[in-house]
């Protein structure tokens, strides 16, 4: 009989290169005196491939999720060959998922790092907003156990330095000219009378922060109305929790669900709550995608420039989109709030990704001005140095999708041609912003990551009228766009710029596709679905 056990701790392990996991050093890392082996275990998600012969081409009608599982999903062989394999190493299996390709892992700092040929240090570094944040820490590239080549395609989580920035801002009250109720602005981007999102649902994903029931109540009673159904869900230990960071995470969430909520009242929406770390993103998404219920739609309002995440946590990630898309739930994501350099201090300019995936519906932003539901004016949102301004740009990573060949993506950096980003728009200037209320105060925030969970909202209504969940929503949106014209369902913004990029007739790389007009969106979609 064969012995199934690995390799004892002070023998060597055969291991090769995992492609994509070099990872480079945090901002401004520095040391803490903690023996990462006294703070327990660590838990990382490994990531693994798709049966050999799955066909990832997306179109038709959504799969149904136990057909998806058997296509799409892990095969059973190479879970049973990981799990073996890692747990004969001395690794405990936390949760296993054949449809999302996902085991979830744990073990002490010493056998993750001997396992996957790396070392771990606790630091503490600068973390995207600024402040010191502690954190495991890692440089260069992970390993594998040579029998694991080409069978797992990523391990997250072992280094949980802040993954993403939440993509809003906060208008000082004297700044402000003039500011919105979501539903003010359902009116003005004529949302489709005599709907309000019943029967769908959208999926909300936070990496930080929380909210209380008590002041959604209060916000949308405000209006006159009930509100949804909100439900909290933590991912990898992560949870609702309030009350902590209200300038921050707080005032994220509440914006979120706040939109979502008012602007389609009659959904059910789901919170889903994670660690801010590349594993805990992956996490929620893949978990909000898969759940028992599939959404309609998936409103993500974190990011960071396409450099700053290592290989395999893009493509990880860009999968879970996939998975989405195949399952016809539409993924909506903000793209960034600091112009075409994406914050970015190396003097080039970056995409903001999740946005930049072309499995996402990618959402900029404008400064919008009207009055009693007339529209005055809609621009380009940009406030100059330190005032924010839309993200937008070409992906130096995303290939030029077919769906986006007709319209002038500006020239790539890359042969194969950039993804042009956003796909749509609408207005995210705080100074002309969202009332919202965060943590008992009322305020008036922007940022793109408003505009995520209203086009999430608009998608919830548009579901709600045709009967039908739609996923990749751009094959459809860029059907009939040209390099002068966007087509039935927009109002095209052409002035202003985001840095670079200038707003023009047609698609460009600051507001897309231009702003909803929802109800000629329904009608345009109601051809398109028969």
Same mark, same amino acid.
């Given at each position: 009989?064969?012995?199934?056990?690995?390799?004892?701790?002070?023998?060597?392990?055969?291991?090769?290169?995992?492609?994509?996991?070099?990872?480079?050093?945090?901002?401004?890392?520095?040391?803490?005196?903690?023996?990462?082996?006294?703070?327990?275990?660590?838990?990382?998600?490994?990531?693994?491939?798709?049966?050999?012969?799955?066909?990832?081409?997306?179109?038709?009608?959504?799969?149904?999720?136990?057909?998806?599982?058997?296509?799409?999903?892990?095969?059973?062989?190479?879970?049973?060959?990981?799990?073996?394999?890692?747990?004969?190493?001395?690794?405990?299996?936390?949760?296993?998922?054949?449809?999302?390709?996902?085991?979830?892992?744990?073990?002490?700092?010493?056998?993750?790092?001997?396992?996957?040929?790396?070392?771990?240090?606790?630091?503490?570094?600068?973390?995207?907003?600024?402040?010191?944040?502690?954190?495991?820490?890692?440089?260069?590239?992970?390993?594998?156990?040579?029998?694991?080549?080409?069978?797992?395609?990523?391990?997250?989580?072992?280094?949980?330095?802040?993954?993403?920035?939440?993509?809003?801002?906060?208008?000082?009250?004297?700044?402000?000219?003039?500011?919105?109720?979501?539903?003010?602005?359902?009116?003005?981007?004529?949302?489709?009378?005599?709907?309000?999102?019943?029967?769908?649902?959208?999926?909300?994903?936070?990496?930080?922060?929380?909210?209380?029931?008590?002041?959604?109540?209060?916000?949308?009673?405000?209006?006159?109305?009930?509100?949804?159904?909100?439900?909290?869900?933590?991912?990898?230990?992560?949870?609702?929790?309030?009350?902590?960071?209200?300038?921050?995470?707080?005032?994220?969430?509440?914006?979120?669900?706040?939109?979502?909520?008012?602007?389609?009242?009659?959904?059910?929406?789901?919170?889903?709550?994670?660690?801010?770390?590349?594993?805990?993103?992956?996490?929620?998404?893949?978990?909000?995608?898969?759940?028992?219920?599939?959404?309609?739609?998936?409103?993500?309002?974190?990011?960071?420039?396409?450099?700053?995440?290592?290989?395999?946590?893009?493509?990880?990630?860009?999968?879970?989109?996939?998975?989405?898309?195949?399952?016809?739930?539409?993924?909506?994501?903000?793209?960034?709030?600091?112009?075409?350099?994406?914050?970015?201090?190396?003097?080039?300019?970056?995409?903001?990704?999740?946005?930049?995936?072309?499995?996402?519906?990618?959402?900029?932003?404008?400064?919008?001005?009207?009055?009693?539901?007339?529209?005055?004016?809609?621009?380009?949102?940009?406030?100059?140095?330190?005032?924010?301004?839309?993200?937008?740009?070409?992906?130096?990573?995303?290939?030029?999708?077919?769906?986006? $060949?007709?319209? /002038?993506?500006?020239?790539?950096?890359? !042969?194969?041609? +950039?993804? %042009? =980003? #956003? &796909?749509?728009? @609408?207005?995210?200037?705080?100074?002309?912003?969202?009332?919202?209320?965060?943590?008992?105060?009322?305020?008036?925030?922007?940022?793109?990551?408003?505009?995520?969970?209203?086009?999430?909202?608009?998608?919830?209504?548009?579901?709600?009228?045709?009967?039908?969940?739609?996923?990749?929503?751009?094959?459809?949106?860029?059907?009939?766009?040209?390099?002068?014209?966007?087509?039935?369902?927009?109002?095209?913004?052409?002035?202003?710029?985001? $840095?670079?990029? /200038?707003?023009?007739?047609?698609?460009? !790389?600051?507001? +897309?596709? %231009? =702003? #909803? &007009?929802?109800? @000629?969106?329904?009608?345009?979609?109601?051809?398109?679905?028969?």
């Amino acid at each position: 009989m064969s012995d199934k056990r690995g390799p004892k701790p002070s023998e060597p392990i055969d291991l090769i290169a995992l492609p994509g996991s070099e990872r480079s050093p945090a901002d401004s890392v520095a040391p803490r005196a903690v023996d990462l082996e006294r703070q327990g275990e660590i838990e990382a998600t490994v990531v693994l491939r798709r049966r050999a012969d799955a066909d990832t081409s997306l179109g038709g009608a959504p799969m149904d999720p136990a057909d998806f599982a058997e296509k799409l999903g892990a095969d059973p062989a190479d879970v049973e060959l990981v799990t073996s394999t890692l747990t004969s190493l001395g690794l405990r299996m936390v949760f296993t998922s054949i449809p999302s390709r996902r085991i979830r892992i744990a073990g002490d700092a010493s056998t993750m790092s001997r396992v996957f040929g790396v070392r771990l240090e606790a630091v503490t570094s600068r973390a995207l907003d600024g402040s010191e944040v502690q954190h495991r820490h890692r440089t260069g590239g992970l390993m594998l156990p040579a029998s694991l080549g080409g069978v797992v395609t990523a391990v997250l989580g072992l280094d949980d330095r802040p993954q993403a920035r939440a993509e809003f801002r906060v208008a000082e009250a004297r700044a402000v000219s003039v500011s919105y109720t979501p539903i003010e602005l359902g009116e003005i981007y004529r949302f489709p009378k005599g709907t309000d999102g019943k029967g769908q649902t959208i999926a909300i994903v936070e990496l930080g922060g929380g909210y209380r029931q008590a002041e959604l109540d209060e916000y949308f009673s405000g209006f006159g109305i009930t509100g949804p159904k909100v439900t909290a869900i933590g991912v990898d230990g992560a949870k609702n929790a309030p009350g902590q960071d209200a300038a921050g995470a707080d005032g994220e969430v509440l914006l979120d669900i706040e939109v979502a909520g008012a602007l389609s009242p009659g959904a059910e929406i789901a919170v889903y709550f994670a660690p801010n770390t590349d594993a805990g993103f992956v996490d929620a998404v893949s978990e909000a995608t898969h759940a028992s219920v599939t959404p309609t739609a998936i409103s993500i309002s974190w990011g960071q420039n396409e450099d700053a995440w290592t290989a395999q946590a893009r493509t990880a990630l860009d999968n879970a989109f996939v998975d989405a898309a195949a399952l016809g739930v539409t993924v909506t994501a903000a793209a960034g709030d600091n112009g075409s350099s994406d914050g970015a201090s190396d003097g080039r300019n970056h995409a903001d990704f999740p946005a930049s995936s072309p499995h996402v519906l990618g959402c900029g932003g404008t400064s919008l001005r009207a009055t009693t539901g007339t529209v005055e004016s809609e621009t380009v949102w940009n406030n100059g140095s330190g005032g924010g301004a839309t993200g937008g740009g070409v992906s130096t990573v995303f290939s030029l999708p077919t769906w986006q $060949g007709g319209v /002038a993506v500006p020239t790539p950096t890359i !042969a194969t041609g +950039g993804r %042009g =980003v #956003p &796909d749509v728009a @609408a207005v995210a200037d705080p100074t002309t912003g969202y009332e919202v209320l965060v943590d008992g105060e009322r305020k008036v925030y922007g940022g793109t990551s408003a505009v995520a969970p209203l086009w999430a909202a608009l998608i919830a209504r548009l579901a709600e009228s045709t009967g039908k969940r739609f996923g990749l929503l751009q094959p459809t949106l860029y059907a009939d766009a040209t390099t002068k014209a966007t087509g039935e369902g927009f109002r095209d913004v052409t002035s202003g710029d985001n $840095g670079e990029f /200038a707003a023009a007739p047609g698609w460009d !790389a600051c507001t +897309g596709l %231009g =702003v #909803p &007009d929802g109800t @000629a969106l329904l009608a345009r979609l109601e051809k398109a679905v028969g």
